[in-house]
């Protein structure tokens, strides 16, 4: 990873400083509009800061959270700041996915020592425009509230005042950081900034960007995955009142109206030809077949110690071996948010407006469709109304930007909710079979095996994100595996991390085996909030609490006898059993808890599910939820967001699930696709264990749990072991 | 802006062969309205691309989700699926025309509750409906009067507290008034 260094520039809008970051590699003479680019912080001779928010703020409170690291070194208040989404430039890259992207629960670990550094060395400057302004040492003075005051007199000169001379300084090298005693902000449960604007309908989203003269657009995309246009007949639809156009683009038929209504409803009357294709003949249940069948072959192996466990379990006497199959289906995002991309193209120009979790790719899709420079090109981030990881793929961003250059005229694309349940990039469908051995006494567990069947996400990503000519924000490492996509590479020689994710247990289990087997049956697949580990953790934390029932043991101390060398994994199974009573609780006559805990994103996290069964309906009552996920920046945030990912977890637990039939979605909407609501929610219990240690993952690592735990609590009701999702009695 | 998408929808819709228009009066907000329109169109198109009034959302079309929750006289219904002709001479109120010193906005500010945010006018305006309808809804009220708007980000439990402070700010606003009006 390069390292960033941030440094002063020479102030450019007149009367301001910018602060900004500059690649060690780059060069020092940047241009003026280099420069602007390069702002992370602007003070305004009014003393008006702007801080430029390089993710993308969808739901995750990063807009605060980022806000709030800078604000402690420069000594201002978060709310006092404005801020801006940033553009597209390579210094608001994430350094941990190699573009500017946001995912992977990265952002706030990312930020953590440079943000603050960035603060810290903008208030040294000031400290130091002021020494000099009134001639006295650096010392005799200190900051507070925007403002550098004088120790001997309470003068004080805001840090507008001090731009001009600010800039004519250099920054410190060097600047000490707070330590944690001092933190004003840090760790505390300071309000969400966009609150307001949030509750007041005033927040821009992607859907509410107007243009004169905007069009909107309506794209019906093949039913059957891969299939492409043969014929069709749109007069029937040109006659709808507010039709403007109707043409065939490489993503299917655009309807473009005046309204996003009468692009939908004449959509309706289309007539459109489809063209056959292989996946036609598609059913979930050929692929249930087929996995079924692949999960019996020997996979990669990608993860082993001690003996291979096959052997062992083969030789053991049937009755002290355990051999199950779980199931995983394929699962839609569903943003709030239906999916939008407003473009306008121009001949020297492209605009693009988008809610979008990735504006690299957008701005490299835009290239390669409108033959512009990157200059020529501009993409503007408004708020997501959600992401969950489907707001990095491109389709709407390529479809609106076709569309535009096309019609000459701005055009908004927006997907009616059904196409955006029947064309996602899915969580994959998965399938796994697990094998343990037990001493003969039925007191350790001997030998674990996993194999599973999987397809892989990367395969699916790069093809979008490698566009013809090499693009030059494509990683090295990426861009050597693009040109090996097309000879298979996932299938032979790499294994895609984000499949087997979270299957590699921290038991202790003296001899572990873990195969992957590549099937991909043709469906999209994506990142969806915690990808391989939602899955994975739903298999691995009900495999092993079967072995605990097997040995008669409690669910939540066998765990912990396996965790003895893993301290923070305990200690979040530890303090989860103590807040949900669990030894008190597990005699409750109609309540029933499971457990379950698993490592994502660099955070440990476990749950406790509380249910009751009524009318073999599952009633999750209560959640106890523990999170290690190192210095807190903001707790009501990370609260927020453990109740979200619980959420988002319960919905896929309790009703997510995608089926195929004939090569197409059979869902369609809320009504097929149900999501929870407010009557099924239970009472999210969440703590925090305080630490030491730089800040790791939030939005993701509560989703993995829930799961296993409700079907762990399930089993402690009925005695039934639900092995698939979504969890179903019989 | 607004005029501009307007006039030019206008425009269009002289330019056209076959089709059905009618002027639709209404207030929206407290404020007259007047749209020659296809009646069939729904209020919430009407009220996002021709009125540019954006805070009212679209989450399905089909009123399944409750993101485009408005008010018809006070009550709440989905705008998605309300031909705007329904309204004709009624009384709309969207999330704009709430006061932003209302209680229900008031503890949503408080209680931090939006993540994302997008279902949030929806769910603000069905939980000031609901509190109007019945302020004493007790919590199995509250979750079923509030059960037809979805939060993919999962804000439920900070939507029940808001509302039950919410309601607990109105009642001592109502006993003030009527501690105000027992002194006159
Ligand atoms: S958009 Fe109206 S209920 Fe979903
Ligand atoms: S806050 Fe995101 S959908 Fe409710």
Known sequence: MKRREFLKLTAVVSGSLLIGVQWSCASDNMTESDQRLNAWVQIQADNQITFIIDRAEMGQGVLTALTMLLAEELEIEPKQVKTEFAPVADVYKNPALHSQVTGGSTSIAMAWQPLREAGAKARELLLLAAAKTWQIEKSQCYVKDTKVWRKDNQQFLTYGELVDVARQLSPPKKVRLKPASQYRFIGKAIPRLETADKVEGNAEFGIDVSLPDLLVAVVIHPPVFGSQVESFDASKAKQKAGVVDIIEIPQGIAVVAQSYWQAEQASQLLEIQWKTVDLDSLDSTIIQQNQAELVKQTGRLIHQQGQTAQALIDKADARQTLSVTYQTPYLAHATMEPINCTAWVTEHQCSIWVPSQAPEWNKSTAKEITGLSEEQITVHTTFLGGGFGRRVCPDEIAEAVTISKRLKKPIKVLWPREQDIQHDYYRPATYHQLKASFDANKQQVKAWQHKFVCPSILSWMLPHLVQSESPSWLPETIKDLSGKIAHGVFTKWLVDDTSVEGTNIPYAIPNQTVEYIYYDPGIPVGFWRSVGHSQNAFVVEGFIDEIANQLNQDSYLFRRKLLQDHGQALAVLDRVAEMSQWHQNSNHPSRFLGIAQHYSFGSYVAQVAEVSIHQQSIQVEKVYCVIDCGQVVNPAIVKAQMQSAIVFGLTAALTGEITIEQGRVTQHHFDDYQLLRINQMPEVMVDIIPSENAPSGVGEPATPPIAPAVANAVYQATKQRLRSLPLRLT | ?184
């Not at chain 2, 296809?38 to 959302?57: F, N, Q, S, V």
């Not at chain 2, 679209?58 to 219904?77: Q, S, W, Y």
């Not at chain 2, 199995?140 to 037809?148: L, R, V």
Request: glycine content about 8%; hydrophobic content about 40%.
């Open chain 2, 1 to 184: 802006m607004k005029n501009q998408t307007y006039t030019s929808h206008l425009v269009f819709l002289l330019k056209v062969k076959i089709m059905v228009r009618k002027t639709i009066e209404f207030n929206l907000n407290q404020q007259a309205q007047s749209l020659t329109v296809d009646p069939a169109m729904p209020l919430l198109w009407a009220i996002r691309e021709l009125i540019g009034l954006t805070g009212t959302k679209f989450g399905c079309g089909k009123g399944l989700c409750g993101a485009c929750t408005v008010h018809l006289n006070g009550m709440a219904i989905r705008a998605c699926i309300t031909p705007i002709e329904v309204v004709a001479n009624q009384e709309i109120t969207t999330i704009e025309g709430i006061q932003s010193e209302h209680p229900v906005k008031q503890a949503w500010k408080e209680q931090d509750v939006p993540q994302c945010g997008y279902c949030q006018p929806g769910q603000i305006m069905s939980a000031v409906a609901l509190l109007k309808q019945n302020p004493k809804a007790d919590l199995n009220q509250i979750k079923s009067g509030m059960a037809g708007n979805l939060c993919r980000c999962g804000t439920y439990q900070a939507i029940l507290q808001a509302i039950l402070q919410a309601q607990a700010m109105q009642a001592t606003q109502f006993a003030q008034v009527k501690g105000n009006n027992h002194e006159a």
